[in-house]
């Protein structure tokens, strides 16, 4: 959220919009106009001190809708973090789960949270092979940053992949390589073919194109070029999975530590055992109708039923892994 | 509060939406938000702070607190007792700091504005009887010397310039000595970090302190370049900064280093380098009197 210097030789209107100061102010009157017995009593002023406190604090996108959880970059990095903070203790108990479950957990945080989001994250951690395979909290939850927060982004790098595989340049700017390319690949067309992916130089140079266009939403280009240069040929799952991976990037985000501190915090611990406890009870009493109610239609039958069991299961493996914990400390 | 009662009633009752969207205008136009919002927004363009959002809510956290408090200093009449009155005071501080910190000195619109506010704020406080004529002496010391420290000056050196600038408790700040003093404390804060930076420039190696001769070379010219002859301001800034361009600064060490050859001199430690040219400085604040 944090501007440079030059935020003063803007025009007024460019630094409100650089700031999403308007899409805030609208937004709580709006809350304020839904609430507005509750909030007249509690003082219209210091209702807008608290809106802007949680979200200068990150906690304002706990159980709003999904287009508000999408709308700013800060919104965005809020919610993954929120998710982390809320689930951290699954990893640390390390279990696995499906990207349905996800998705119900997902759901306990924002209702309307939309499982093609899961579904796009589980086909990064599963590479688009395999779907009903279980997946743990911190290979989930990496690539789920990169699919919610660089959305856009990936969409539009998928219709330069798919464009690439087909043969397709939309850049124009490289034709004199891949022409010189042709010939090489036309001797060896057949290796080429049962290869996985695109040519990642080519990749990588029409993606610095798109970044042009996107201005701030899309990961630092020195980190996709990292991530790029290490193999000749590239699939645009293990490019996903790579920016998942990649420390930098999250970094920049700045929503997730690193991966080995992923699931230590040892002060947030305690806070969270009950926090989890709390989630955990009072919203499974509820899943069972809310799970009857997802607007997605369940691929298979049999899933629901089982996630269902695993889930009372899961409760009781839940807490004897605690009660073990407790019995070694 | 009746007419709000019916208000609210009235959105609860019919459907229709058009009637719902009157009713929201009416409830926002008497509940102040329009005008909360835009004083909001005003505030923040011109700080244009560096986190809106942290901005926005700070601003309304002090709006809050300001309603929740009532009107400082007035309410009890003579009752105030003195404890309560010091909380007050160190928050009204607080808040003017706050504003004064919203915006760097060079940016002068936008620090000017955030001066006059935070005198408003302070000429409100104080003692039960609210001085007449500005911010009571005692509390524009006070606010001078957090200045000092929030700008990263140690107390040894900003208590020579205080000195200098302070005020007696009883007397009452006017706002252009107020604007002035805030001014030179900023500056002053400034000046000290690029005089340390000239430091470790000139020491060249951070272990090791730097030569005597060279460090005098780096005063005078220093000197000479705050002594600017009279005219108008712009010809001065522009003069002084032709006197400290780094060209001059680099000539006036090499001649020191032509003369002296390359003994190892006696040396001159960040301390007294740092207190030299806060001297430079603080002689030249005016006192007015």
């Known amino acids: 959220m944090k501007m440079n210097a030059d935020r003063f030789t803007l025009p007024t209107d460019d630094y409100l919009a650089e700031t999403n100061a308007l899409f805030y102010l609208s937004d709580a009157v709006t809350q304020l106009l839904e609430h507005r017995e509750e909030y007249t009593q509690f003082g219209i002023v210091r209702y807008f001190a608290e809106y802007f406190t949680s979200v200068k604090n990150g906690n304002h996108v706990l159980f709003r809708e999904f287009s508000y959880i999408k709308a700013t970059p800060h919104n965005r990095a809020s919610f993954i973090h929120i998710f982390w903070k809320c689930y951290r203790q699954i990893g640390k108990n390390g279990d696995l789960l499906t990207v349905l479950e996800y998705s119900s957990l997902l759901q306990l945080l924002c209702p309307d949270f939309p499982a093609e989001v899961v579904q796009n994250t589980a086909r990064i951690v599963l590479m688009d092979d395999a779907m009903d395979c279980l997946m743990s909290l911190s290979d989930f939850i990496y690539s789920f940053q990169i699919q919610f927060y660089y959305e856009e982004f990936l969409e539009s790098v998928l219709v330069i992949y798919e464009d690439l595989l087909e043969g397709k340049n939309p850049n124009t700017v490289i034709v004199p390589t891949s022409s010189s390319a042709e010939p090489l690949s036309s001797t060896a067309s057949e290796d080429m073919d ?19 266009r996107f201005k701030h939403k899309h990961p630092s280009i020195s980190a996709i070029k990292e991530v790029l240069e290490g193999n000749p040929r590239v699939s645009y799952y293990s490019f996903l999975m790579a920016l998942a991976k990649h420390e930098g990037i999250s970094q920049d985000i700045g929503a997730l530590p690193n991966r080995s501190d992923l699931l230590m915090d040892p002060e947030m611990d305690q806070e969270l055992e009950r926090l989890v406890a709390q989630v955990a009870i009072s919203p499974t009493s509820n899943s069972s109708s809310s799970a009857a109610g997802l607007k997605e239609p369940p691929k298979k039958a049999s899933p629901r039923k089982s996630l269902h069991q695993r889930r009372r299961i899961e409760m009781e493996s839940d807490g004897s892994t605690e009660e073990t914990d407790s019995s070694e400390n | ?20 969207s009157e009713s929201d205008k009416e409830f926002l136009s008497q509940a102040g938000v329009g005008v909360l919002l835009r004083d909001a927004l005003l505030k923040l363009v011109e700080a244009r702070s560096e986190d809106p959002i942290g901005f926005l809510a700070e601003h309304f956290s002090n709006l809050a607190s300001e309603s929740e408090s009532g009107p400082v200093g007035g309410g009890g009449g003579d009752g105030g007792e003195p404890q309560e009155n010091t909380v007050e005071e160190q928050q ?41 004529g500005g911010v009571q002496g005692r509390i524009y010391t006070e606010m001078l010397q957090c200045l000092c420290s929030e700008g990263g000056l140690s107390g040894t050196t900003a208590a020579p310039l205080l000195r200098r600038i302070r005020c007696h408790d009883y007397e009452a700040v006017p706002f252009e000595l107020f604007r002035q003093g805030v001014q030179t404390c900023t500056a002053f ?39 600017t002859s009279h005219g108008a ?33 006696p040396t001159m430690d960040a301390r007294e380098f740092e207190d030299a040219a806060a001297a430079l400085f603080i002689a030249r604040v005016r006192v007015v009197i």
Not at chain 2, 117 to 124: E, K, M, P, V
Not at chain 2, 201 to 227: G, K, Q
Request: proline share 3%.
């Open chain 2, 233 to 265: 301001d712009s010809a001065r800034f522009l003069e002084a900064s032709a006197k400290i361009s780094p060209a001059k600064l680099a000539q006036a060490m090499a001649d020191v280093r032509g003369a002296g050859e390359q003994q190892e001199g």
């Open chain 2, 92 to 132: 009204q501080l607080s808040r003017a700091l706050w504003h004064l910190s919203l915006a760097h000195h060079s940016q002068r619109s936008a620090f000017n504005n955030n001066i006059r506010l935070a005198y408003d704020l302070l000429t409100q406080c104080g003692s039960i009887q609210r001085v007449p």
């Open chain 1, 194 to 212: 049962t290869q996985e992916g695109v040519d990642s130089f080519v990749f990588l140079e029409c993606i610095k194109g798109l970044c042009e």
């Open chain 2, 189 to 227: 804060a400034d000046y000290i970090r690029k005089s340390q930076c000239l430091y470790a420039a000139v020491a060249s190696r951070p272990e090791r302190p730097a030569e005597r001769s060279l460090c005098r070379a780096v005063l005078a010219t220093l000197e000479e370049a705050l002594d």
């Open chain 2, 1 to 20: 509060m009746a007419e709000k009662r019916r208000s609210g009633g009235g959105t609860v009752m019919p459907d229709s939406k058009s009637v719902k």
